[in-house]
């Protein structure tokens, strides 16, 4: 149904800036072309100036260029993994899908906050880019948390991840995750939160807590409340206790994610 002019309906700042991008060129299958990386120079400028950034033109550019592996395998492996994306133009995922930018502003702001030191400015920096991302995108990503390689984020709303959470490669989180700790008052410094293994994913509205260790190929479906340590290779379902699989079967993976067993 169209909305008539002066209805409820708007666009938020981000889409705004992004809406503009659309049209750009395609992804070559598995590399990035100049233009890709031209887009997200585009949305490195777009999340800075959500901010009114006062960090010039060149520190923004040198944030950018420290963070293009990781800002780039990302983006492939989001566009490889997720089918609703993966027949797309580049510039679709790049502009629309809140996710990526979510992901993407957490690498600049992490990347920011790591060699930030004393300066009061640049953490300022980092932590403004991380509420932008929030504000827009209902996923919470704090600055300093460890995350490793093509990481990717699916739906996403309302997914936080805490401050000394420690995520490894090739991990797949979906929406309504919690990362957090045990303690919501007057918790201590140091580690709190969980750290995830390489190739771990996480369904919908699972909460995992406190400073526990998620082994390697792990699977955790939707619904459930971690707080011990899940051993290696262990799918988890709401309502049942550890089922040790080994390496998580793609024929499993329909069943484990409708919570059906």
Not at 31 to 37: A, I, K, P, R
Not at 182 to 189: K, L
Not at 223 to 234: K, N, P, S, Y
Request: glycine share 8%; with cysteine.
């Amino acid at each position: 149904m169209a909305h008539k002019k002066g209805g409820p309906f708007t666009l938020n700042p981000l889409t705004k800036r992004c809406s503009a991008m659309y049209n750009l060129r395609p992804l070559a299958r598995s590399t990035l072309e100049q233009s890709t990386f031209d887009l997200l120079r585009c949305l490195a400028k777009i999340a800075f100036d959500l901010i009114h950034s006062s960090l010039d033109t060149r520190t923004q550019q040198m944030t950018l260029d420290a963070v293009k592996e990781e800002i780039s395998t990302d983006l492939l492996a989001y566009h490889e993994r997720d089918p609703s994306v993966r027949h797309k133009p580049i510039s679709c995922l790049v502009s629309v899908y809140s996710t990526y930018f979510a992901i993407f502003s957490y690498r600049l702001s992490h990347q920011l906050i790591r060699h930030a030191g004393d300066d009061e400015g640049t953490t300022r920096e980092a932590m403004h880019l991380s509420f932008a991302a929030r504000s827009n995108t209902g996923i919470e990503i704090h600055p300093e948390a460890l995350i490793g390689k093509r990481f990717v984020i699916d739906h996403g709303w309302g997914t936080v991840i805490g401050q000394t959470v420690e995520i490894g490669d090739d991990c797949y989180l979906l929406n309504n995750i919690t990362l957090g700790g045990r303690d919501v008052a007057d918790a201590h410094d140091g580690k709190r939160h969980p750290t995830i293994g390489d190739r771990v994913q996480i369904c919908a509205r699972a909460k995992v807590f406190g400073p526990i260790i998620v082994g390697d190929d792990c699977f955790i479906g939707p619904d459930v409340t971690l707080t011990e340590d899940l051993a290696r290779g262990t799918t988890l379902l709401h309502g049942r206790g550890p089922v040790v699989t080994g390496t998580f079967r793609e024929a499993e993976r329909t069943p484990a994610l409708a919570g059906l067993s």
